[in-house]
């Protein structure tokens, strides 16, 4: 596979100095301008204070881009015709030479092709609420379940169907450990209910139990979930009334498919007034800083 990586991504991975791969749809549909910028080179910035090269991963003008230059990052946060590219449509990204921000399932292939071991996100794509008559589920499922690597998130967004979530990734063989605690966060509240996951309580532990899958011979990636801290989160009771409104919108306005989780992602800003906007930043960036961590460790 041809990929273009920067040249400090390129040279870090000579040396095996710790390399973060970051995610671009969460900057091109997940935010909007210029906050997406602002997270952006934010999340970069923290790597690069801790010692580890950041490798933001996205599609330009039919590349596969392995760190991104100022100016490539500001390419897919401005351009609001950009595409999101899933897994599924690398291949038709490339000969089509599009422009886009990579989701979860195709940033983990990317960054595998790479060589790399550490990625993080803001939430993982899951079984969507109504899943029984739509049949949506995420394709970041099944990229957990076939590309060894850590992975790093605030568990699923909590626009989504959470047990049946939980539920998808057993039966997909993905195992999912709590940081600093045993349930299921929710994005952007701690708390789903969902309790009863293996609880580890440091970067170390997260990387001692990925070395052990790899060893045992599992395909599926290690899923780490780092809950939004406390004094960012919003309780699941106050957001719960927006989700459901959002997905009523949804359905009236019939968006479904790629289109639903932006919509219902924007459309949860929109009516938090910008609340949600702030805690899905602070997450994203809690999630940099223990992959940063994780990679070290793994380095
Ligand atoms: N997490 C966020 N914001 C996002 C996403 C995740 O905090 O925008 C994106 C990811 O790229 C994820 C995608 O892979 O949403 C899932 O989309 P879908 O439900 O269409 O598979
Ligand atoms: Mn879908």
Redesign the pocket.
Known sequence: MKIQFSAEVESSLIVGKPVLAL?????????PYPDNIEFSLKAESICKQQGVVPATIAIINGKCCVGLEKTQIESITKDVSIK?V?RRELGIAIAKKWTG???????MHIAHQSGLSVFT??????V?RGAKKTF?????LIALSQIPMVVV??GA?AI?DLPKTLEALETLGVPVLGFETDEFPA?YSRNSGLCGLLRIESPGEAAHVFRKNIDVGLSASTLIVNPVPEKDEIPNNEIEKIIDSAINGARERKIK??????FL?KEVVRNTHGRSLET?KA??INNVNLGIKISKELS
């Not at 995610?23 to 935010?31: D, F, L, N, Q, V």
Request: hydrophobic share 30%.
């Open positions: 995610e671009s749809t969460i900057i091109s549909h997940g935010m999101k899933s921000g990579t989701t979860v399932s195709a940033t996100t803001g939430g993982i794509g899951g969507h949506d589920m995420s394709q970041d998130s605030s967004k989504l994005f498919g790629k289109d639903l989780t932006p992602l899905n997450l994203a």
